[in-house]
């Protein structure tokens, strides 16, 4: 039972364009959202997250949006660089509990 | 070092045997998880320590796997009677407390190869 889902396995873009990520879930307790970068051979490193009570967080190039009605969040980041080229994990968790649900990832690619 | 360290990085280990594998949480972090990654697969919870509270064991996959916080720090993960099913990345995390608002932080994580 698969309750954080995201169904692009990658994404290649364009340096300079807009890198769009997506993520569905299931669970309607779930109320905090994060996603998390990782580099091959590295732990993943937490990039941005969003509470239901929003439906906008911006940090820097990085921006997420939830459609609760939808149970959707997607990432954006612009403009993309190099550097950015990683696989993206969408979390999610529960109010009262600490453990994350994480969808299988988005490896995405910056292409020059 | 200021991150999440875990040891060993990598481990090769016969079907059948036990291993034990450490994490050594930022220092001050209250919070400590266990995750492990399948190959293609995303990080799948396996059990959360808060202080000196009763560990969330939920996610443990089997009663071969268990863990134990020593002094509200350094964890160790022990796998018994390795299957080769058990064959993934288990990643450490830590946070300052229990608050959601604290992102966990993780370790690069030691890859576990089951023959």
């Known amino acids: 039972d698969q309750q954080v889902k995201q169904n692009s396995p990658s994404l290649s873009v364009q340096e300079g364009r807009i890198s769009i990520l997506n993520c569905d879930y299931t669970?309607?307790?779930?109320?905090?959202f994060l996603w998390y970068k990782k580099y091959p051979a590295e732990g993943p490193t937490f990039l941005i997250s969003?509470?239901?009570?929003?439906d906008k967080n911006e940090d820097g190039r990085f921006t997420v949006f939830l459609n609760k009605s939808a149970k959707h969040l997607s990432l954006h980041i612009v403009p993309s660089q190099p550097g950015d080229s990683a696989v993206y994990f969408c979390?999610?968790?529960?109010?009262?509990?600490?453990?994350?649900?994480f969808g299988q990832g988005t490896r995405l690619t910056i292409n020059p | 070092g200021a991150g999440v360290s875990q040891s060993p990085s990598n481990k090769v280990t016969e079907k059948g045997k036990d291993v034990e594998l450490r994490c050594d949480p930022i220092?001050?972090?209250?919070?400590l998880y266990w995750y492990r990654q399948s190959l293609g697969q995303g990080l799948e919870f396996l059990i959360y320590?808060?202080?000196?509270?009763?560990?969330?064991k939920s996610g443990l996959p089997s009663d071969r796997f268990s863990a134990e916080r020593t002094g509200g720090s350094v964890s160790t993960l022990t796998i018994q009677r390795t299957q080769q099913e058990d064959s993934a990345v288990y990643l450490c995390?830590?946070?300052?407390?229990?608050?959601?608002?604290?992102?966990?932080?993780f370790g690069d994580g030691t890859r576990l190869s089951i023959l």
């Open positions: 995390a830590s946070s300052p407390g229990a608050g959601r608002g604290q992102p966990q932080h």
């Open positions: 220092s001050g972090h209250t919070a």
């Open positions: 669970n309607s307790m779930f109320d905090y």
């Open positions: 979390a999610a968790s529960e109010e009262g509990a600490q453990k994350l649900v």
């Open positions: 969003i509470s239901s009570i929003k």
């Open positions: 320590f808060q202080g000196n509270s009763a560990p969330d």
